[in-house]
């Protein structure tokens, strides 16, 4: 089945720094996506990333997909991007969609 | 603006007993997707539809069933709750341009 792998577990940053967020798949891509959830709990899309790389604001995501990896990269972070970054990817075949486990981020003031 | 909307937020159940969660959506999205989370955890993939009517296994769908009786609505059931099954639930739809809009989640505790 799908094999979703994020890296790191936990994060903690002081405000300011850069964060990398990693997430690996052992099957081939067919979409990836990225997720951002407050720490009350409710999910927020950030990026829909299949392949290449793509900005919004502070945060690029870039998906290689020969090398089954994709990335989130927080440029200057701030306190309220504390929460935890899911990425999800998509099965085109069953339209199965499978979480990693997360990556808990911390910025420190 | 998108939307999906679970009912109950919020439920404490006895052990052994019925629950049912519900999941209403207005995106118009054919896909609909039941998740739980535990603490400290990712989501995982309970039951899944992709029409009315039809319902798909997950990776974790054992204990569970899922109903679909029209695009709008997905429930997900719990004939006999256990304990093991406390967790937040969390419900989505995804639409042709994968993406999935998230329900504001239930937290369910089983006593």
């Known amino acids: 089945g799908q094999q979703v792998q994020q890296s790191p577990a936990s994060l903690v940053l002081q405000e300011g720094e850069n964060a990398e967020l990693q997430c690996n798949f052992s099957?081939?891509?067919?979409?990836m996506q990225w997720f951002y959830q407050r720490p009350g709990g409710s999910l927020v899309s950030l990026f829909y990333?299949?392949?290449g790389t793509k900005h919004s604001g502070r945060l690029t995501s870039t998906t290689v997909i020969k090398e089954r990896r994709s990335s989130l990269h927080i440029s200057s972070s701030q306190t309220t991007d504390s929460g935890t970054y899911l990425c999800a990817l998509v099965n085109y075949g069953n339209e199965k969609i499978t979480f990693g486990a997360g990556t808990k981020l911390t910025i420190k003031p | 603006e998108a939307a999906v909307t679970q009912s109950p937020r919020s439920k404490v159940a006895v052990t052994g007993g019925k629950v049912t969660l519900s999941c209403h959506q207005t995106?118009?999205?054919?896909?609909m997707y039941w998740y739980r989370q535990d603490t400290g955890h990712g989501l995982r993939l309970i039951h899944y539809s992709y029409v009315a009517d039809s319902t798909e296994k997950g990776d974790i769908p054992d204990g569970y069933k899922a109903s679909r009786p029209s695009q709008e609505n997905f429930s997900l059931i719990l004939e006999l709750a256990s304990l093991s099954q406390t967790a937040v639930y969390f419900c989505?739809?995804?639409?042709?341009?994968?993406?999935?809009?998230f329900g504001e989640g239930s937290r369910l505790i089983v006593v």
């Open positions: 995106n118009n999205h054919d896909y």
């Open positions: 099957t081939s891509l067919n979409s």
């Open positions: 990333n299949p392949s």
């Open positions: 989505a739809s995804s639409g042709t341009v994968n993406t999935l809009y």
